[in-house]
């Protein structure tokens, strides 16, 4: 498979490096010099340029790439990345990375964006750090599909802590698919048994409020389903 990354920062380099270890083919775009750390993923292609302009994306090869991935840290030019990409080449997915939350409303397909990546949201220590135990989170959303990926960090009175993954139903259109303990992810085996403070990680299919309600029942605290509060006396 053929992908283009555009940005040579510490996302874009990781991201290169893993892909070219599986033996894709690999393009780094950026256009500071001194992002050209060549060294640090040997095996891509590295091309000094403006990805915003088109000469510089097909000069790059972005025709003939299977994905683009706009990883830099402006999300005006992971936007204009997008959008060239889509329109101008005809790339078949298109991942951009959302550096402001307030600026994910903008990364959909009417700019090209497949897949919009928030940063922020997928690292585990700032979603723990913003969201209280038991509210469930989106993390990434898939423009396509409209699927969801989503996350919420359980309490101790959740509903499902302590029973087995075969245990809880949900939703037809809702899979848990992982659950992260102590830093480490687990697939969602049938066998395994559900702690406090375990992450539940949920693949969301397009859907309504009332089975996004009924997930959310399952991961929060009874004490918030009840409606009651602790004393402040």
């Known amino acids: 498979m053929k992908v283009v990354i555009i940005g040579a920062g510490s996302v874009g ?4 490096r893993e892909l070219a270890s599986s033996r894709h083919d690999v393009t780094i775009i950026d256009k500071e010099p001194a992002a050209m750390r060549v060294a640090s ?3 891509a292609e590295w091309e000094l340029g403006d990805a915003c302009e088109i000469g510089t994306l097909e000069e790059a090869g972005v025709g003939g790439a299977d994905v683009v991935v706009a990883t ?3 999300d005006k ?3 204009v990345v997008s959008l ?3 329109t101008e080449f005809g790339v078949e997915r298109v991942i951009a990375r959302v550096n402001n939350p307030k600026n994910e409303w903008l990364f959909n397909d009417a700019w090209g964006v497949d897949v919009a990546v928030s940063t922020p949201r997928i690292m585990t220590t700032l979603v723990e750090d913003a969201v209280a135990d038991g509210e469930l989170v989106a993390v990434l959303r898939f423009q396509r599909s409209g699927a969801s990926l989503m996350e919420a960090t359980l309490p101790e009175d959740a509903p499902i802590v302590g029973a087995v993954v075969s245990e809880v139903l949900l939703p037809p259109s809702i899979t848990l ?3 992260v303990r102590d830093g480490m992810p687990f697939p969602a085996d049938p066998d395994l048994t559900i702690d406090a ?3 539940v990680i949920l693949l969301c299919a397009e859907t309504d409020n009332g089975d996004l309600a009924l997930v959310e029942e399952l991961v ?9 509060e602790e004393s402040t006396d």
């Open 84 to 86: 060239l990409s889509k």
């Open 77 to 79: 030019a992971n936007l």
């Open 177 to 179: 698919v992982a659950i």
């Open 72 to 74: 830099t840290g402006d």
């Open 197 to 199: 403070g375990d992450q």
């Open 13 to 16: 380099r990781t991201i290169a």
């Open 220 to 228: 929060s605290s009874i004490q918030d389903e009840d409606g009651t």
């Open 41 to 43: 993923v040997a095996d």
